[in-house]
């Protein structure tokens, strides 16, 4: 027999990224965590404070036609997250496989300086500067928290906003249900959609 050569001690780092078809992305608070209960059998910690989530958590969402995906609620990015601020790099490495994004919009952020277009602009900056290749990823964009006061007041001229840069927004309260079927319709019916999971019909 042959003898065998002397082996190789390596010290390897091992980088895990989430598989998940949809990501959930936003500020701090917008209310991701809500929504991916809401949508799914998934329990993440939810709290009225920034940073509640500190890991990505998992949900299966239910879509029609019997199809499913897995949508990953990442933790709030932050500006100069693309820089490692408020964890940024560790957040952002988990959008870098999803098939699409549902951007949340906060109608009631807490700083004066912040409004739903500052979010929006903001949180593309960051994704454009940690990888261009995520600021090509499509994207849903949602309203959030439509049921707090004011919100139904507010939305028609944020929509407008939006709607004169290209860009439709959902009205969505994962507390009442406003707008969660819709939003599981487009899913649905995404071009990243036809990519997801098909169950045959009777199956679990």
């Known amino acids: 027999f042959t003898e065998g050569a002397e082996g190789e001690d390596r010290w390897l780092l091992v980088e895990l990224k989430l598989l998940a078809d949809v990501g959930l992305l936003g500020f701090p608070n917008a209310g991701k965590s ?27 969402v239910e879509l029609h036609d019997y199809a499913t995906c897995v949508v990953a609620d990442i933790p709030g990015l932050v500006p100069d997250a693309h820089l490692g601020k408020g964890l ?18 906060d109608l009631n952020p807490q700083e004066d300086n912040r409004t739903p277009w500052t979010d929006f602009l903001a949180i593309n900056h960051e994704l454009a500067c940690f990888n261009a290749e995520l ?22 001229d944020i929509q407008q906003q939006f709607a004169a840069r290209g860009h439709d927004v959902l009205p969505l309260s994962a507390v009442t249900g406003m707008g969660l079927d819709t939003l599981r319709s487009r899913l649905s019916t995404y071009p990243a959609g036809a990519r997801f999971r098909r169950l045959k019909k009777g199956s679990e």
């Open 135 to 156: 600021a090509s990823i499509p994207q849903i964009v949602v309203a959030t928290k439509m049921d707090v006061p004011d919100a139904a007041q507010r939305f028609p």
């Open 34 to 60: 809500t929504l991916i209960s809401a949508i799914s059998a998934a329990k993440p910690k939810i709290a009225d404070y920034p940073f509640t989530t500190l890991t990505p958590n998992l949900g299966v």
């Open 88 to 105: 940024g790099h560790q957040f952002l490495k988990h959008i870098e496989r999803t098939r699409l994004l549902v951007h949340l919009l």
